[in-house]
């Protein structure tokens, strides 16, 4: 018997990219139910069911890009107005494995047919999915799938629960014994890209001439495919370089109506680059006004909805939550581009600096990919709020060009962070020099005026008025794993004990800054900071002609 899932949690989350059902065998479950009918959700999220495969159900958070060329291919026409509905498609054509070799988007899912199933999570780990298998004396064993722990966690009585690791495709054999295979990597050119008509495969040889006008190929492909989605476009803006890339290619794409969301506090420095860059996209311009105190309150929601104490992944939830919350309560944007993921592909942290060779560096890199693939919280965030967010720079046909350059390439170069996409980028129609040579700032450095750090004042509230000082001096006893060196890593631990009890491993390390320049994930806390904002990036680079 299926155990009986709570639905308390779902009840006010309709509008949520989610999904949480129990697998028996080949069957189905909800709430003790087999009737798919009696699902909470919206149409958009309910499982897909074909009258041509009657014997198959699709159950997915996802967005593939390639679904028109993938239609054409298999010579296909949908069902229903889901465009997901393409996986089952192509799974009865060619089966599962080359299915995934097909997909380009970001995506995790859950297929069952009428003898086996499946579950997978995309390359880069976009998108989650949380299990937990039920022992059983006779006959299959139960699984709980959901690619949020919201409930699933309640359901830990007898089973454990673990992520699917990103690239990832989980199945059972004929004896309903689950099993793991590995479908891909974010090293190895994706099969999709065959499809493309650029010719992307392989790694340049032809000068460096030739290797960048790919690269910029490769740069307007991830943004203008991430356009074919249905509705409101909006960008967040800082005016740094990564925005500014994917907000280019938007004006290119003469996407209209296009909206731009900056977050700061209303001395924050980057406040005037963002409405400078909003300008040149012609795009409506929010400022949104971010409060500290605001953000206290919001934590115990947002580690909830994230799933995690780690301390940077939690402050960028912080941030989104408030964006979100605007977007929706004053906007009609639902697909929200972002720039993160670029500066762990491109090994373009501050710290990235510090290293004192190509091979410490790759190491570095390897070591931060590793860790990023591992959070997909801030895709929860905007789900909740029911915004599609996308990450074009974790489209595994970026990752896997840029990261087929040598390590020498991608250094840092005359001190300055992500040289070599930069040098591409130069005299290009993709972005101007003025934003092309900024200075790299953290998102969650650039709410902040140089003088005020939000953080200061923010964690010095958590302290006072949060955490528990007795039990804070015997913190090294109560959390053995990944022990909080802070009050406020402490009181994020606390919630989420509370919240997911004995699930700490879900985390496996704390997010801290590499090669020994801190022990704070925020770059405004380290000693090399100031020595990064000393270079004037545009005035080496012109030196150098």
């Known amino acids: 018997m299926a155990p009986n899932l709570p639905a308390s949690e779902l009840a006010g989350s309709v509008n949520c990219q989610l999904f949480h059902f129990v697998l028996v065998g080949s ?66 054509a060619v089966g599962i494995v080359e299915t995934l070799q097909e997909l380009h988007g970001e995506y995790a899912f859950v297929l069952v047919d009428s003898n086996r199933s499946y579950i997978v999570r995309d390359v880069m780990g976009t998108r989650g999915v949380s299990y937990i298998q039920y022992p059983s004396e006779a006959g299959p064993a139960a699984v709980a799938f959901r690619s949020s722990l919201l409930t699933v966690h309640d359901l830990n009585k007898d089973g454990q629960i673990r992520h699917v690791k990103p690239g990832t495709l989980m199945y059972h054999d004929s004896n309903h014994v689950w099993r793991r295979k590995v479908f891909g990597d974010v090293y190895q050119t994706p099969k999709f890209a065959r499809n493309i008509s650029t010719p992307l495969s392989d790694p340049p040889s032809s000068g460096f001439s030739q290797m960048r006008l790919k690269l910029r190929s490769i740069l307007r492909h991830v943004v203008t495919q991430r356009c074919r989605s249905v509705g409101n476009i909006g960008l967040l803006l800082s005016g740094g370089l990564n925005c500014m890339i994917i907000g280019n290619v938007l004006r290119e794409e003469q996407i209209r109506g296009l909206r731009t969301f900056f977050l700061g506090k209303k001395c924050a420095h980057e406040r005037q680059s963002a409405s400078r860059g909003a300008e040149v996209l012609n795009a409506q311009h929010h400022d949104v006004i971010f409060d500290e105190q605001q953000a206290v309150k919001d934590i115990p929601k947002v580690i909830a909805l994230m799933e995690t104490y780690d301390t940077s992944t939690i402050r960028k939830g912080l941030l989104l939550y408030t964006i979100c919350k605007y977007i929706t309560e004053r906007s009609p944007v639902d697909v929200l581009f972002c720039g993160e993921g670029l500066d762990d592909v491109a090994g373009s942290h501050i710290y990235f600096k510090q290293t004192k060779n190509a091979e410490e560096y790759q190491r570095a890199v390897e070591f931060n990919l590793t860790r990023y693939r591992a959070r997909d919280g801030l895709d929860k965030i905007a789900s909740w709020f029911g915004i599609n967010i996308v990450f074009p720079f974790l489209d595994p046909l970026f990752a896997s060009y840029y990261l087929s350059f040598s390590e020498e390439d991608r250094m840092p170069r005359f001190g300055i962070e992500k040289y070599f996409l930069r040098a591409s980028l130069d005299h290009s129609d993709i972005i101007s020099e003025d934003f092309l040579w900024r200075h790299r700032e953290d998102w969650v450095d650039s709410v902040s005026c140089y003088d005020k750090f939000w953080l200061d004042k923010f964690s010095k509230t958590i302290s006072s008025t949060k955490v528990d000082g007795e039990r804070y001096k015997e913190k090294e006893k109560l959390y053995s794993h990944n022990t909080p060196l802070t009050e406020e890593e402490f009181y994020y631990r606390e919630i989420f004990e509370k919240t997911f009890p004995d699930q700490f491993s879900m985390v496996p390390v704390i997010s801290r800054p590499l090669l020994g320049v801190g022990t704070d994930p925020s770059p405004r806390r380290w000693p090399i900071y100031t020595q990064h904002l000393c270079v004037d990036f545009l005035k080496t680079v012109r030196a150098m002609i």
């Open 27 to 92: 069957k189905i479950w909800y709430s003790g139910s087999t009737s798919l009918d009696a699902i909470p959700y919206t149409a958009r999220y309910k499982p897909i069911l074909l009258s041509q495969h009657p014997d198959t159900v699709l159950i997915c958070n996802a967005n593939i890009y390639n679904v028109p060329e993938l239609l054409v291919k298999y010579n296909v026409t949908l069902e229903t107005t889901r465009k997901e509905e393409v996986i089952i498609h192509i799974y009865k």
